[in-house]
């Protein structure tokens, strides 16, 4: 084996160059990639038997859900019958969500109030001087039957509402409403503004009416209804969260 | 036959590294950069994921609004760390397989800045608020643009190294490489035509993005890793590939049924009703290519389990392609009809999506990385544990994502069919697996962070001098420069 000496002073000389040891060199220069294998050429075995077999299946597999997209490029068809999702188990026809009573008849109310915000104003304050307010007083918080009776034949005064006389006369605002109308106004004008009522129920609103009828009409006033209307609708409380179903305006039965 | 080492041809030896030195810029910086937007990727889906059972957190931000973030994970995840980490793989694989020298490293270095540029502003726009909405293509249609004549100026010159090798044998991997730098610009343009450019039917338009996002994994993610896989197991083993016929029985599968793919997501959704249902039979048969590939690639490394546990490199391709066997059986099993329902609009579909993306594509990834950097920096792994780390946390973050997402996407898709129960009730149900998938992205975090720490430091060339590779065991050298890993003396021999 020649020194390195020798090597250093005869370096083009092939019969010196120590071989193995130039390619030590070379491949330490090389790194990882002198000592990595090279690739061989592929192995040649068959596809096996049970490889087929599963992949048989798993076409059977693919094909069961391909035939369940309909005619195949069949650009007409859109969607598969019966994909839409079925009727509910429990109700046959569209089911109906009940909602609380209470929100439910303000809701219905509110609709039915632009008959009296043109007066009352839509924050029931009324206008001084004129219009007496809704907000705070006693005819509206108070005993429900004598309420009703202004609203279906109207009043002409005087009249005393929050500490105030007022002599303007009503008309019959409410003269056209039914028993849901009236019920649903009447709570709303209750409940709103810091109002302290409770709910006027359909059925109350209903027997209100009829007393209205056997009254005959015309307008009332404030010494007839302290008089003779100062109670409350006799009929059953309906609690504010009442479920209660929007198209019968009936309380829905507990079902559990 | 018996010995094919390297040593006995130093031509060979001399030409690989001479190809891993040209390249040693451009796929460093896809790698080091892949793994940054992968760690950005990973917070992002820790917040979104948080969201979906926790949904006041973090709502003090805006820009991570639940839809917000979801969006922002998926494309950080996909564009920052998969695609880049799939260039890395692609120009160095290809490379080496044509046994060319890579001479265009300015312009793939130019581009592959530009890519990292516009990922980042694709971000900025999704997390402003404004992203297409589009699933995998949520940056707005101009990056779109950008990124596209990034990614011809980045493997435009694999394809140019491949037609002009030598003659000879086309190598499996090669199938894949070719398959993959092809098919991805086909879908990509045809899919940004379709959803951004033509007028067409917005139902349309979804369906054709959701077989964009099911054709970009199987025909472009799926098969750079696969290539990976082909040309490490007989690497590192130093056997042949089983079998050629299986190898070729696989690829075509993957090809034929790839392009139908997608549409699954779309099941009675107003478009023509064989769409989803040709998507769905395709994903259910997506286990042919991959029990094929499976089998092909386990049983070229059978009888060599020391070797797969020892190499870094091997475990996690084997890993990744044992996992694409698994992605196989749970596509079909979540694909067959009755079990489309529960999946449509459930977890499930996203368990599925991470269990390909992380589980076969990345972790095959880093299989290649862990092969391919200390080549390219000719340097050695530092640390055997953080290896290991790494692999663990990894497989279990995956598998627990992969295990509450399908398991709770179920439950899930149950609740949402049962109409006498409140919908409340569907998200109660759901809400405990989200926490086990956020825990999940805690694992993958840590084992990331492992990983990012390692390859930096890589990066940095400060990777063990030796010319003895880190393998996996639990005594491979008393210090880094003990008797195993002796100092590599380039240039004393001579001097």
Known sequence: ????????????????INVPEAHAALSSSAGAAGREKSLRENGMEPVTLYLIVISAIIVLAGGAVMGQGGAFFGYNELVKDGYMRGKSPIAEEDPVIPLAALAFLQKEGQKNYSACS?????????????IPPLAGSEWVNGNTEKLLLIMHNGVQGPIEVAGATYSTQMEAIGANFGPKEMAAVMTYIRT????????VTPEMAAVGLDISKQRGGGKTTAE?????????????????DLLIDPETWAPVAAEE | MAETTSTADSNGVALRSSIDRSLRHPVMFFFTSGAAWLAVAIVLGLVASAKKHAPEFMNWCSWLDAGIVDAAHMSALVYGWGAQAAFGMIIWLMARLSRKECTNVGTILWAGHIWNLAVLGGLICIMSGNGSGVPWMEFPGGIWIILLLCY???TIWSLVQFQVRDAGHVYVSQWYLLGALLWFPWVCITALLFVFVFDGNAVMATGIAAWFKGTTFLLFFLPTALASAYYLAPKVTGRPVYSYNLALFGFWALAFLGPWSGMQKLVGAPIPQFLPYAGAAAMVLILIPAMSVGVNILKTVA??????????????????????????FLSLTLHLVPSMKMTQFSYSGYGLDILGFYGV???????????????????????H??????????????????????????????????????????????????????????????ANLFFCLHLLLMWARLGRRSSHPTLLKAHHAESPHGPEGEVDNIGSVSA
């Not at chain 1, 043109?118 to 004129?130: K, R």
């Not at chain 1, 709103?192 to 709910?199: E, F, H, L, R």
């Not at chain 2, 996407?409 to 697996?433: H, L, N, V, W």
């Open chain 1, 224 to 240: 007839e209804l302290k008089k003779s209307h100062d109670k409350m609708l006799p009929g059953a409380k309906w609690a504010p």
């Open chain 2, 152 to 154: 011809f100026a980045i």
């Open chain 2, 361 to 383: 594509f990345s972790l095959c990834a880093f299989g290649a990385i862990y092969f391919i950097v200390p080549r390219i920096t000719r340097r050695e792994w530092l640390s």
């Open chain 2, 385 to 446: 544990r953080f290896i290991k780390w790494h692999f663990f946390l990894s497989l279990y973050g995956v598998a627990s994502i992969v295990i509450c997402a399908v398991i709770g996407g179920m439950t899930q898709g149950q609740g949402i069919e049962d109409i006498s129960q409140p919908f409340g009730t569907m998200a109660e149900r759901a809400s405990q697996y989200g926490w086990g998938v956020t825990l999940a992205w805690g694992f993958l975090l840590v």
């Open chain 2, 303 to 328: 009888g060599y389990g020391e070797v797969v546990a020892e190499s870094p490199s091997l475990r996690f391709t084997a890993s990744g392609v044992v996992l694409f066997v698994v992605y196989g």
């Open chain 1, 192 to 199: 709103s503004w810091g109002n302290t009522g409770d709910i």
């Open chain 1, 118 to 130: 043109g007066c009352h104003q839509p924050s029931g304050a009324g206008q001084p001087g004129s």
């Open chain 1, 1 to 16: 084996m020649a020194d390195s000496s020798s090597r250093d002073l005869r370096p083009d000389l092939d019969e010196t």
